[in-house]
């Protein structure tokens, strides 16, 4: 299937998407890569409007952004490219957060594929080491543990649960990392960096505290 | 230094926090659940979405709908399953059920699976997983493994343990890992359906094999065969339908006696 077929087959089976209503809504950067079906899902459930991003005129109409993703890092980076949105939403000072291989787009390089990256988090993109007591991918439900004082982790208690599904992660980095979970080695399972975010759970799938944290995004 | 040795020695040792995944699984037919669901506040127990719901507000970590619609419909009823959940649900769930191509398989993503789960069309054609694996990725294909003992090995069936296969359980596990299988779901057909307790022996043999998740099935009938499930064979996560179904088990209760267990569950925002 070519991207455009899957653009239309997204737009055919999220019947719940909604139109910005004028503004103060949350954009979703659309290039290709991954379903967004039980994110729009998330977003109505917490009545956070939200609308599509696929041309640089789109960003004007939205107040916030989320890159989702999920997949090969190195084959999203180059659908990211397609788009020619990249030095736009390099230039972004509006709030963003990356979602998964999203995440994963913002920092400078991934193992996967050997691929470059956006660049917009000096920090690297690894595979997890094979071994016998840790199997990849690192699947289902751990801890995060906030290091630093932000909104994104607003009602969350450190060391809440949040639900993981990827094989590369992004490393630990005392500048970057927002908040670490430990699996084989500790891991950043969130960035910040001024108005970029990162998470490599999938707060639409974490419960009640991935539904805050979108919540709390929409509110940064 | 006894606490050390303890953490040494613990079979959990190894996992970060990784949590061990209490899945509740759902049959069912025309979008409509089957076999006996006995909830008490459920409005209609044959709504799978509700279901799901009281699963996840429970503390469910994860959920498997098995749908065993016989019609040529069956696609259709399916995504729209599918949709309805992932409307409703913020965990993540998994679909099997007569998935046999690629297209199958592409609209279930589409309308919001995390999941799906492949049986019998793996083993007829194991080709499938490597599609699959590549069109997708490795962590949306979990094949599901109904497993019987035959003479004195273990040995793959269809059709719900009915039809048995030329294939050793062992053997096509690793066949299916090595082809881009993410995840295992084992039932046990010797065990299923007794309420004895799971397949702790080839369960630990599987999980001691490969590198990728487990989920154990087949057996469940007290909150100690979960204990036992975990602390023996140290896979991944433990399905069940009946005792979820009829609530002769709680999840709550059964998170609080795998805690003092010492085996790391997922806490409920409260």
Known sequence: MNEEEQNIQDEQSSPLQTPPSGGGGLGIIRYGAGNIFSLTAALERLGIAYGMVYTEADFEQFDRFIIPGVGHAGAAMDKLQNTGLVPKIKSLTKPVLGICVGMQLLTSYSEEGDSNLLNLFPVRTLRFKDSADYKVPHTGWNKVFPEKENILFKNIPSGSHFYFVHSYFIEYDQTYTLSSTDYNNKFSASIWRDNFYGVQFHPEKSGKYGETLLTNFSNI | MSTIKQALSSPFRGRGGLSKRIIPCLD????????????????????????????????????????????????????????????????PFTIGGGINEIADADALLNAGADKISINSAAVRNPALIDELAKAFGVQFVVIAVDTRINGDKNIVHLNGGRIPTEKETLDWIKEAESRGAGEILLTSMDHDGTKGGFDNKLLKLVNDTVHIPVIASGGAGSVQHFVDVFEQTNVDAALAASVFHYGEILIPDLKEILRQNNIEVRTLAS
């Open chain 2, 28 to 91: 069912v037919a025309n979008g409509r659940t089957v076999k006996g669901v006995n909830f008490v506040d459920l409005r209609d127990a044959g709504d799978p979405v509700e279901l799901a719901w009281n699963y996840s507000q429970q503390g469910a970590d994860e959920l498997v709908f098995l749908d065993i619609t016989a019609t040529h419909e069956r696609r259709k009823t399916m995504v729209e399953l599918v949709k309805a959940v992932a409307r409703q649900i913020n965990i």
